[in-house]
């Protein structure tokens, strides 16, 4: 099978010009201006930006959380992917304190294998690093391709390890060659917080906000990249949100340490006033949304070259998973939905308002998560030789979310009537029409699961 994309506008991390792409089979074979070749399919793109498919490096699918499971199955969750232009997910493995990791992605692979319908791969989260842990980090990393280990400050009792447990790991993968994701947030402060606030009877969604204040995510956040620099492991922050937080990266950033921020969609657009709204449980997630001020930071840390990548953190209950905690913030399962609307919003709110170039978009939705997880140049880019993974969009097309008309398995959105400007059209994936005009032309088990390379080869 071969496809012509004619006349697109293409936009890489570096690059902005009007030419064709040749694909056949599942990668981009030439690429050059009026290109004269016979193919099995030709695509207009005239007057439409074709830019690599978008990576989202931090989603939970089907994901046993706070007594329940994230709604999204693999298939839902990677068909609304590829609705919105993101090709390839990145979902978390959670080790079982007490079970090795090897049981853990036996458990994943049960729920995720022949299931997706776009690409994917894992990060593998330990919760329970021991002598027996250790010895699986080599062997995640060098046979099963999985070079990203999560680590989280915070869920005490449940996902949270100490800082003893954290300088192990991170001998163990820098050793490997691989990297440490963290969920930087202080989980004992949280957890005398969350306490205080129920034993005064402050029991509403605003105080899930109240319960982890900015200090806890810097003060985290600095402990982190000061364990890095120690042990020499390279780092990557999910889901930083604030200035405080940013400042410990900046630290870092000046003892040339590789460390890595991420930010989420929610983070740049959205504040912590929807928390005082009858619904604000959509909005209850880990960190909680901030201010405006840290919004600023954020964007200004994108174009600083601070952050460097965008994603969701798409974890998502229906309403009735929310009602959980109708008594009790403490129990509201945190996450929100976003996989689907990474790219459209991020166009809309950054480039349509100039808040971003479209070369720094396509860098921190596709290209740097590529990067830093091991995947460069196969994916995050287009360029001969690269998976044909691919978006063409309309930048002028105005068009209206609405959970009547996604494709995330869940029964609101978290961005209910916002317009925006600039829409997914069409969509391959490793040379294959997936999306074409709102509608996915895969099946599940389409995707496939990415082995990665070790992060030393590509950053
Ligand atoms: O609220 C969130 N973020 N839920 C998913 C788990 C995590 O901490 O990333
Ligand atoms: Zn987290
Ligand atoms: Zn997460």
Redesign the pocket.
Known sequence: MSILIKNGNIITATDNYVADIFIEGETIKTIGKNLNVKADQEIDATGKLVFPGGIDP?V?LD?P?MGTF?SDSYETGTRAALHGGTTMVID?ILQTQGKSLHDALKEWKGRSDNNCVGDYSFHMAVTDFNDDTKKEIKEFIEDEGIVSFKT?M??KGA?MIDDRQMIGLMEEVKKHGGLINV?ATNGDMIDYLVAKHKAEGKLSPLYHYLSQPEITEAEASERFVDMASYTGCPGYI??LTCEGALNAVRNATRRNQKMFVET?IQYLIIDASLYEREDGAKW????PLREKKDQATLWAGINQGLVQVVAT?H?PFKWEQKLMGKDDFSKI????PAIENRMELLFSEGVAKNKITLNKYVEVACTNPAKIFGMFPRKGTIAVGSDADIVIFDANEKHTISAKSHHMNVDYSAYEGWELTGKVKTVLLRGEVAIDENKCLLQKGFGKFIKRKKVSQTI
Do not use: I, K, T
């Open positions: 931090h939970h994901m959380f994230s978390f989280f915070a869920y996902l969920h999910v889901h989420c209850v997630m880990s960190p953190d974890c399962p945190n996450g929100h």
